[in-house]
């Protein structure tokens, strides 16, 4: 087969709200008009290079729908490639066709961000960057400071100065330019925008458009994964609303292709404590408005003024999709049926499961669906979240073991 | 191609001292009369599955050399298939032909042990049993306990009380039968082997037969990943002596049945706080010897009398392979080259990378050999190594951002 071998001159990045394009050979985030989210036009033509996953990277994999970058050895840490688990059990239990579970933890950070930090890194790397930065300070910052790492680049990482030592040091680990600043989280986002374009440093943003582009990937193996019998629906945990984007787009792009028959309709999840995109989804609205007191424990989606929050918008209108928001409680309840099907992921994980239980309670599912949730992270990322839960144990000494084992029998 | 399906029932399992075989149709991890580890018996004849990846299972792909199992989809979380990429980086800065780092932390619990898990709770399962033990506070008892879940197996974990919470609450999750015992260590694994009999438990320690044969997958895909050119040594860090003994012989089958020209030399990578195989080794002693005091930050690999101790000796033998032991420093100065990779592993991972900095050092290795380090789990299944680390950061505040990233230019 013929590499196709997009060049970055040759693509458009595109506005999502107007449509005004621009070139893919220079850093452009958002909408000079607009201020709203680009996005990488469309791939209508391709399929995937079969061979062995063990040799092979995903932007190799499925190359038809990525540009061409020398440089992916340099970067990649091989990401994506993740389970998919189907749950006979919880399907009984909740009452559903089939149940997908899709573990995100085992990316090399443990987190989904990974997908999206490689073809970031690689654009970055493409068109003549030497820095990258981010703001963050969960999985986003362990992602770009180890992609950082591995590719050599000058690397800047900014928390704000309210985090907890225990966040910083798996962060600090990679060895970035680590800056802990003092100051409310959105005023750090906005100044670190600012200098990193003074200063010369590709701004490796949550919606960056090359990072939502790189989301794509995780569509691509669920449709491998269900022998392109694609699930009826995915919910995926919304913070700034790339991850989602990217994978709508990647589901859009094989169903232009012919390889799949219809796109999954789209769930985004928020938390009861901070629902920006699922208010403005009740409310009809187009546009989300800020949230002024976030809280929920779920931090990897706390997020007040979600950077894509319109854009999710409009893909939910035309994708027929929904929007789901759901409790703490409800949260550490999926989490820990999760985790007695074997897999620990973060609480916001968790929201996805927790509301697939809410769907079939209010009857919006029937009992026959095909239902995937998308599990972002792994749980030792965030060990606070055990103390919600109430954990057994029992305790004896060495010559107490064999009565209370058999009373245990 | 025509599955072999080996049944249980037609399976021996050998003494690896003495040759002795018994039955594989029940639990017996050591022969009766050496009281030394058992084997399953080598596989001779076989060929690698061809299939995609995404949606095959080790146990499927390498099916020639394992068992037939039927209830895999009860009980896999779909481990293996882990990264293996090459530092051209680290080989380099070291002085090597290749460098290879086969990155473990992708498993479903975040270490190597899930490869020898699920072929323990599926023998387990095989031969009549619906319990399941294990004695650890460490990767061990978080793969244990989520397998024990996904599979619906009464699941019972022995850890000491001297254990802090934090490592506690990442197995308890799970909702294992969790006992904290007040007593010395080898003192409850002695106990509670002797009560597993009692109570028709099986007992999945870190040697036991059907574990370590599950460790022979890693060595099947390390030859696929170097394209059945497989590197001249492979660096293992060294607990029980059953992850060291499984890959060995993984090679060794893949010889046996032509796919591979020759066996890697082993290397045995131990702490120098706990060195009792290299401690042997040296003394050219056919027998390890209990450390007294063990004292490493390693804890992994801090086992004063490896259960597998003697058999690993026996192995290093006839593979003409080695033990190497490496000091605490080392251990976090090669945290941190990993670290610098974009690779963030426990500190026993990185005993093999020390380690191989050491046998260059010492120009054991002239420079032009092909080196692989098994990195076996996730750095952030210890957070207290972070602290060993001198970790770098800057603080300001919002209006200093400017002043202090242009200094930093």
Known sequence: MTRRCFKIKN????????GKSYLADILQDRCDDCNEPLEVEMVKKGGIREGNLLKQNMLERYADFFPYFNTINDVSLREGFSPLLESEKLANEIGLGKLYLKNESSNPTWSFKDRGTVTGVLHAIKIG????????SGNMAASVAAYGAKSGLKTYVFVSSQIPIEKINPIAIY???LVTVEGRYDLIQRQSLRLSNKYGIYMLNSD???RVEGYKSLAFEICEQTNFDVPDY???PNSSGGHIRGIEKGFREFKECGLIKKVPKMVCVQAAGCSPVYNAFIAGADKVERIDKPNTLAHGIENALPLSGNQVLRMLKWNNGLCVSVTDEEIINAQATLAGTGLLLQPESAATLAAVKKLKKEKYFRGDEKVLCVLTGSGLKYTAAFERHELEQYTCKLDEMDSLLGSLQ
């Open 11 to 18: 693509i458009k990045v595109i506005c999502t709200k107007c």
């Open 129 to 136: 960057y030497k820095k990258i930065a981010t703001v963050s």
């Open 175 to 177: 060895n970035p330019t």
């Open 208 to 210: 960056a458009t090359f």
């Open 234 to 236: 995915v919910l995926v």
